[in-house]
């Protein structure tokens, strides 16, 4: 192989990798895609939950997610029609109003 084909070759492989770098600091800003795939419903009592994250629907899912982490560590999407969750929620924002 000549000096410009070893070149060409050695450029085309730079780049594939800023690519693939680029892409992997962008996936790990912005998740772009739902993180819940399932919900659930069933309730869950709050002495069990560690964290809450209430994440608005936007360009990257249409829906909104709830999901929270248990007190093991389990991560759980639950359904944010649920009766129990919206109560739950609702609790959640007096109380932090409260602490204001």
Not at 21 to 27: F, K
Not at 64 to 90: G, S
Request: aromatic letters at 4%.
């Amino acid at each position: 192989m000549n000096s410009k084909g070893t070149l060409a070759v050695l450029t085309a492989l730079a780049l594939c990798v800023l690519y693939i770098q680029a892409a992997s600091i962008g996936e790990t800003r912005m998740n772009l895609r739902c993180q819940c795939i399932k919900t659930h419903s069933r309730f869950i009592h709050p002495k069990f939950i560690n964290n809450v994250e209430i994440i608005p629907k936007g360009p990257h899912c249409a829906n909104t997610e709830i999901i929270i982490t248990l007190k093991n560590t389990d991560r759980v999407c639950l359904q944010p029609e649920a009766a129990w969750v919206k109560k739950f929620i609702d609790r959640m924002i007096k109380n932090s109003k409260k602490m204001n």
